[in-house]
């Protein structure tokens, strides 16, 4: 297998197209980090799912996965620097071979440990057990469910997934998640259409009601994420037709308060190969880091005060309320 530095990666999509650069609207503002206080590592393509506004353009047939040497450079990165949270991204991370084996060493290392769980892939061969495992771990688990109701949710993410998803979440709060303090169970929403979300506290209070109500589910937070247009997205909005007018309402909804509590700013992203990114969104882009520093050769210093790359598809960050891996940010 070749290293990240050997192989030349190729662009999936271009950026989405706008009548204003995102560097226009951030005026002489550049954009640096502040920190690096996260390291969320996406170990691969592969997923059980293959939902229509995936970003990363995950699906079953993906062979794309993170090599144990690469998962140990990551270990060796949070072992010597002093950064306090894994976040474990995919694809459906459960599914590559060293899921477990990375998430019980960064626990050894007193780290806190978050996985992108998608909830259906507690049905797969071998993960009936995953409650128990990310208990025992204490892993904060953040899992994707569109809305309270099948019709939306199948709609985007395939026939008897909403299902599945409501059987994984009674299983989670069995175990103890939504319950118990070092138990945290978030949930993330994101439009099924060409729209912005709504008011994230507004959406969270529908979502704990209704669940709470039609299937005695609890949970802890509701993420409301804008979709960014990008990769299977992207080509959603372009063969609707919808890019322009949807480029267009991220433009007019840009909010320079956001610009503070932005992910990149204390987060750097390791795709599968080990190579570097600002975001998970710029990974999906290829736009790396601009010292094109890989987690093999990860320098602290050197990164944790770095210009960030930016492009149009950060309009979907500097919405209205904005938008990170943690939901709303202004």
């Not at 995953?130 to 025992?136: I, Q, R, T, V």
């Not at 953040?142 to 026939?159: C, H, I, W």
């Not at 529908?206 to 247009?229: C, G, H, Q």
């Not at 094109?292 to 149009?312: C, G, P």
């Amino acid at each position: 297998m070749q290293t990240a530095v050997q192989i030349t990666r190729q662009v999936k999509s271009a950026p989405p197209n706008s009548s204003v650069r995102f560097e226009e609207k951030l005026g002489s503002r550049s954009l640096f980090a502040e920190t690096i206080d996260t390291l969320q590592v996406n170990v691969g393509k592969l997923c059980n799912q293959a939902c229509k506004h995936c970003h990363v353009d995950a699906s079953p047939r993906r062979t794309e996965i993170i090599e144990r040497k690469t998962i140990d450079a990551c270990l060796k990165v949070l072992r010597e620097n002093d950064i306090k949270t894994l976040d474990i991204t995919g694809g459906a991370p459960e599914l590559i071979p060293d899921f477990r084996y990375f998430v019980r060493e960064a626990k050894m290392l007193s780290v806190h440990v978050i996985v992108r769980h998608n909830l259906t892939v507690m049905f797969e061969p071998n993960q009936t057990d995953l409650p128990d495992f990310f208990a025992e771990n204490e892993v904060e688990v953040v899992s994707s469910l569109p809305y309270f109701l099948a019709e939306k949710t199948d709609a985007q993410r395939g026939t008897g997934v909403f299902d599945k998803s409501i059987s994984a979440l009674k299983r989670l709060n069995e175990v103890g998640y939504g319950h118990k303090e070092n138990l945290v169970l978030n949930l993330v929403y994101n439009p099924v259409g060409a729209f912005l979300p709504p008011e994230q506290t507004a959406i969270e209070a529908d979502f704990k009601r209704e669940l709470k109500n039609r299937y005695s589910i609890v949970f802890n937070n509701l993420y409301a994420i804008t979709n960014m247009p990008i990769a299977r997205f992207l080509d959603w909005l372009r063969r609707s037709k919808n890019e322009t007018a949807y480029m267009q309402k991220l433009v007019n909804a840009f909010n320079p308060a956001t610009i503070d509590g932005l992910m990149c700013r204390n987060l750097i992203s390791v795709d599968w190969l080990g190579n570097l990114f600002d975001c998970d969104f710029n990974q999906m882009l290829d736009l790396a880091v601009e010292a094109k520093k890989t987690v093999f050769d990860f320098d602290y210093n050197s990164l944790k005060n770095r210009r960030i790359v930016t492009e149009n598809h950060c309009f979907g960050c500097t919405a209205g309320s904005g938008s990170s891996c943690g939901g709303t940010v202004a």
